[in-house]
């Protein structure tokens, strides 16, 4: 059963064309490896399945609903980029990590609360020390803490965009099984955006490959 439906879409940026008349399907209990040249619209595409940037009307369904001008489906999708506690600085530079002396424990409280199970089993796939502060962490503690945060209430679709780069392989390894997991006991959709391929193949199911003249080819995982 297809989650997020696509059909002939035109997006562009200005006169700058993204996708023309691109058209694909995305399907529940699947893991699918988003990957392709730089600049070749992977972001992007993740930022219209998640509602973040208006597209054409009715050439984008996500459970059957325009993610962005439908906005009660926002809670089935979690979508996890690299703009989390950054900023931008005028003559300094951009995305500049927020530091905060808020310890990781006094943040979303109430949907720790109301999710206990899957907020310790975060906690334990991604190491978290709930005691960690934002300006005492690496960079690749916050990112952890960043998806500890945004995985923490259930969600139907998950949209990750590069966001394993600074992991330790370890932790990468507990994070890939347990979105595997996500996909075969919850059937979430998963679509992963990365080019960074080590240890994947045990645990896609679709590779989706973009190339600088914006040609979209999907394989099966035994192809």
């Given at each position: 059963?297809?989650c997020?439906?696509?059909?002939?879409?035109?997006?562009?940026?200005?006169d700058?064309?993204?996708?023309?008349?691109?058209?694909?399907?995305?399907?529940?209990?699947?893991?699918?490896?988003?990957?392709?040249?730089?600049?070749?619209?992977?972001?992007?595409?993740?930022?219209?399945?998640?509602?973040?940037?208006?597209?054409?009307?009715?050439?984008?369904?996500?459970?059957?609903h325009?993610?962005?001008?439908?906005?009660?489906?926002?809670?089935?999708?979690?979508?996890?980029?690299?703009?989390?506690?950054?900023?931008?600085?005028?003559?300094?530079?951009?995305?500049?990590?927020?530091?905060?002396?808020?310890k990781?424990?006094?943040?979303?409280?109430?949907?720790?609360?109301?999710?206990?199970?899957?907020?310790?089993?975060?906690?334990?796939?991604?190491?978290?020390?709930?005691?960690?502060?934002?300006?005492?962490?690496?960079?690749?503690?916050?990112?952890?803490?960043?998806?500890?945060?945004?995985m923490?209430?259930?969600?139907?679709?998950?949209?990750?965009?590069?966001?394993?780069?600074?992991?330790?392989?370890?932790?990468?390894?507990?994070?890939?099984?347990?979105?595997?997991?996500?996909?075969?006991?919850?059937?979430?959709?998963?679509?992963?955006?990365?080019?960074?391929?080590?240890?994947?193949?045990?645990?896609?199911t679709?590779?989706?490959?973009?190339?600088?003249?914006?040609?979209?080819?999907?394989?099966?995982?035994?192809?």
């Open positions: 059963m297809n997020i439906e696509i059909k002939d879409l035109t997006f562009k940026y200005d700058l064309v993204c996708f023309e008349h691109l058209t694909i399907n995305f399907k529940f209990s699947s893991f699918y490896i988003l990957s392709g040249v730089n600049g070749c619209g992977k972001s992007t595409l993740l930022k219209i399945i998640s509602g973040k940037k208006l597209s054409e009307y009715d050439k984008v369904k996500v459970l059957n325009d993610p962005f001008r439908n906005t009660s489906i926002n809670h089935h999708i979690c979508f996890i980029g690299n703009e989390w506690g950054t900023k931008s600085v005028p003559f300094t530079g951009y995305s500049i990590p927020i530091c905060s002396s808020l990781v424990k006094e943040m979303m409280v109430s949907l720790k609360n109301k999710y206990p199970e899957r907020n310790k089993e975060l906690i334990d796939v991604l190491d978290i020390n709930v005691n960690w502060t934002m300006n005492s962490i690496s960079e690749g503690q916050r990112k952890r803490v960043q998806l500890y945060l945004g923490i209430q259930p969600f139907k679709i998950c949209l990750l965009d590069e966001i394993t780069v600074n992991l330790d392989l370890l932790i990468k390894y507990k994070f890939i099984k347990y979105l595997k997991k996500l996909t075969t006991e919850q059937e979430v959709c998963v679509i992963y955006a990365t080019h960074i391929f080590d240890d994947l193949d045990k645990y896609y679709d590779l989706i490959y973009i190339d600088s003249k914006k040609k979209i080819d999907i394989k099966k995982k035994n192809e």
